[in-house]
Every structure is written in structure tokens, then in C-alpha cells.
């Protein structure tokens, strides 16, 4: 390619980040100069209205399809978020030998095969830097400089909105509902919220950061998601006098046990140690911390979303592609995807883990050697059992967990619900 003649690029949607995109390349003193070379030819918006950014008019268009197949434009980048028409739109894009850039973490977590497929044969790059952590680099340091070590965990808070609410519900001692309807207010959590708060975002995530981390494909559906709404006040109180945070955590690790290749993968609250590097990760902040070899932990923080935060990953992904293409390079792999086998997902039965759980029980003699004795009867070792308070001859009681057996801690469970000293168990947390 020819960069004494700019790269033309396409933007697909003028909401925050689309125009974030666009102020970053229509200002472009003081940045990396070859961002001078690439040029906005077309920009796809729903409705043509009002805007907050100075475009050419003859620029805008609502036929998205004409910008995909637009013999002029080298470059799409995909802001319309959802899955439709933006899944087809890139495989249109793809089909007529554009490289895309996306920040579509729903399309490229389902769809990331046909996608990468379909780019692969075509010799064009899909990048995704803004699909993850806004506006953290962690998508190509997984690809490039972290991808000489062997990677054996990549987990993080990749979500702001849960991050925000349970800072929140640590900071004031309140309960999930209002502070979800105040943050709704605030602009901070969206009108529907469910993406976000049951965990489906955060998956989308690190489905993404997995298959880089690991090297191979991995089938979403299968990761595990428990989202934040069972979260209580009460379980954080708890949760701090036992010194820990409770964080929702994205993980996707080897197991320490032989599991044949295949990788833990889950997203649910957990109890975070308070000295642990992600415990004090708070508000709408996002950090990823990936532990490789011979690396050893490495943590990347900051604004997780954002109109500056994620145009600033989706323009880095657009020079990324501008100096390979000005290097004259056809394929660089550092940028391409590459792997192309399946990782298999540890069933959540078979995942060993800590766990915290929190019971009602009747104040009779013998009741805490009963729960010792039916855990012990399934192999599940006991970190500690503290009694937390009593009211009207009940017991709360709290068992944290050695590293156990999920299935065996369930079928434990499962025995113990049968008790008739148990009256309620209002709460089961995972430990990190
Ligand atoms: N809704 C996401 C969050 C931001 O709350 O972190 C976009 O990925």
C-alpha cells in the first residue's frame, strides 16, 4: 500500500466512541504521525441529526452496507456494538477485503470464528483492542510482547458498571437495588442493566482474553456467569472482617490439577484477599492481571470505558495496521489471529476452588461438628468456620474453604441442606 496516499478508513456509528474515533483523528498534533496519513471518507450513523463533533456533511450516511463494499476505503471500524447488523456488516467488510477494527465484544466472543476465519482467508486483520478494557492496552500485549511467556492465568474486573456498584455497596454498606437505580440515575449503569450486572459483558470479555491468553477458540456458552445481584450488604461486611473485598472476577486459568489442556473459564462475585493487587481496583476502573512464565503477575489498570479511553484503543488498533501496511508487510502475525483448535472448558463441578458459604442454623449443641463432619465425609477441607451472630436461638455461621472440588462441595451442600438444625443458606461465594 501506498501511504503517500492516506488510508481510507470507514466508521460504522457516531455514538461516543465513533466520535471519540473521529476528534482523535481530525486533531491529530502531538500524536504519532502516522495518523496524519489516515483519512475518514465515510461515516455511518441511524438518523442523520445534530452532532457533537464537526464532520463534513457529504460524509455521513445511513446505508451501511455502501460503506463495507466501498471500493475506496481500506479500513471499517465497527462502533455500532450489539450483534445485529454488526456481525454481518464485518463479514461484508471482511468479504470485500477490508481490514476491521472493532470494539464488539459480543460479535467477536460468539462469532469470532467465522470471523477470523473469513479474515484469515481473505489476508485482511480484525482488531479488537477497544473490545476489552477500554481503554487498557491488554489485547495486543497478549498477542505481542506477553506472548513469549507461557500464560497460566489472565483474570480480571473487566466490567466498570459491577466494579462501580460494588465499590459502592463496600463504601456506603448499602444494598444492590438502590444503588443500581442511583447509578442508573448518575448515567453510570445503562436503563437495562442485565448485560452488565448478571455478568454476560464480563464473559464476552474474557472469552476474548482466554482465546489469546491460550491460543485457542472457546466456545462462550460454556463459560460459567453468575452475575452481582445476589450480592448483599450483609455478605460484604462479612467478606471484610475475614479480610477480604468482593470483586466480580472474570478468570480464565490452567487448573493446578491435570486436566487434560483444557482451561478453567468463569465470571462470578469473589472473595478477593484485601492485600491481593485487584482488592483496591475500585469504581468504574477495570485491571487485567496475567500471570505467564517466566514473567511472573503483570497488571494493566485503568478507565475501562469511555468516549477517550476506548477511541484511543480503536485508533491504536488503526496504527497498528497503518505501520504494517506502510512497511509493506502482507501479513504480520503479530497482528493476525492464528490459532484456529478448540480449548475445552473444565466443567464447573470439576473446578477446584475456594469457597465461602453462609448459613442459618438452629443454636443446638453439635450443629458446627455435624457441618465438619458431613464436609469432611466429601473431601472438602475447612479454612474456618466463625460464628457471626445470633438472634432468636438462630446461628449465622460463615465456612471459608481450602481449595476444593466444586462437585464434591455441592453434593456437601446438597447433605447439609437436609439438616434439620439448617434453617436457610442465604449466600455461596467463591474465594479466590
Ligand atoms: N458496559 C461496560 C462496563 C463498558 O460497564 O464496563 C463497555 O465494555
Redesign the pocket.
Known amino acids: 500500500m501506498d501511504l503517500t496516499a492516506a488510508l481510507k478508513v470507514g466508521i460504522l456509528g457516531l455514538g461516543t466512541v465513533g466520535t471519540g474515533v473521529a476528534k482523535i483523528l481530525l486533531d491529530t498534533e502531538g500524536r504519532h504521525p502516522l495518523l496524519k496519513e489516515i483519512e475518514i471518507v465515510q461515516v455511518g450513523v441511524r438518523s442523520q441529526k445534530p452532532r457533537n463533533i464537526s464532520l463534513p456533511t457529504h460524509l455521513y450516511t445511513t446505508d451501511l452496507p455502501s460503506i463495507v463494499t466501498n471500493p475506496d476505503i481500506d479500513i471499517i471500524i465497527e462502533v455500532i456494538g450489539g450483534l445485529e447488523p454488526a456481525r454481518t456488516l464485518i463479514l461484508q467488510a471482511i468479504d470485500s477485503g477490508k481490514h476491521v477494527i472493532t470494539?464488539n465484544?459480543a460479535v467477536i466472543s460468539r462469532y469470532g470464528e467465522e470471523i477470523y476465519e473469513a479474515a484469515n482467508a481473505k489476508g485482511v486483520y480484525v482488531m479488537t483492542e477497544a473490545?476489552?478494557?477500554?481503554g487498557i492496552p491488554i489485547i495486543t500485549p497478549l498477542k505481542q510482547a506477553l506472548s513469549v511467556n507461557r500464560i497460566q492465568a489472565v483474570m480480571g474486573i473487566?466490567?466498570?458498571?459491577?466494579?462501580?456498584i460494588l465499590t459502592r455497596m463496600q463504601t456506603e454498606g448499602g444494598d444492590f437495588e438502590p444503588i443500581l437505580a442511583d447509578a442508573q440515575a448518575l448515567g453510570?449503569?445503562?436503563a437495562d442493566p442485565t448485560?452488565?450486572v448478571d455478568g454476560l459483558?464480563?464473559a464476552d470479555?474474557i472469552a476474548i482474553l482466554a482465546a489469546l491468553a491460550f491460543g485457542g477458540r472457546i466456545d462462550r456458552e460454556k463459560i460459567y456467569c453468575e452475575g452481582i445481584r445476589n450480592v448483599s450488604a450483609a455478605d460484604i461486611t462479612y467478606a471484610e472482617n475475614l479480610g477480604f473485598v468482593i470483586k466480580l472476577l472474570a478468570i480464565a486459568k490452567l487448573p493446578n490439577e491435570d486436566n487434560a489442556g483444557r482451561i478453567q473459564a468463569r465470571v462470578h462475585p469473589t472473595l478477593v484477599p484485601i492485600d491481593h493487587p485487584l482488592a483496591n481496583v475500585n469504581g468504574?476502573n477495570?485491571a487485567v492481571l496475567v500471570e505467564g512464565d517466566p514473567i511472573g503477575q503483570v497488571m494493566f489498570y485503568g478507565p475501562?470505558?469511555?468516549e477517550g479511553p476506548?477511541a484511543s484503543a480503536v485508533v491504536s488498533d488503526l496504527l497498528s495496521i497503518a505501520a504494517t501496511l506502510a512497511n509493506g508487510q502482507t501479513l504480520n502475525p503479530l497482528l493476525a489471529c492464528s490459532h484456529s483448535h478448540r480449548l475445552d472448558i473444565v466443567p464447573n463441578n470439576e473446578v477446584v476452588t475456594r469457597l465461602y458459604v453462609r448459613l442459618l442454623v438452629k443454636d443446638t449443641p453439635g450443629v458446627i461438628g455435624k457441618l465438619g463432619t458431613c464436609f469432611g465425609n466429601h473431601s472438602v477441607s475447612l479454612e474456618s468456620i466463625v460464628q457471626i451472630g445470633i438472634q432468636n436461638g438462630l446461628v449465622e455461621l460463615v465456612v471459608v474453604t481450602h481449595e476444593v472440588q466444586e462437585g464434591a462441595f455441592q453434593k456437601a451442600l446438597a447433605e447439609i441442606r437436609q439438616f434439620p438444625e439448617v434453617q436457610d443458606i442465604p449466600s455461596l461465594l467463591h474465594v479466590l
Request: charge should be negative.
Open positions: 470494539a465484544k473490545a476489552v478494557g477500554g473487566i466490567n466498570g458498571t459491577t466494579n462501580y453510570y449503569a445503562e448485560a452488565d459483558d464480563a470479555k468504574v477495570n475501562g470505558a469511555g476506548t
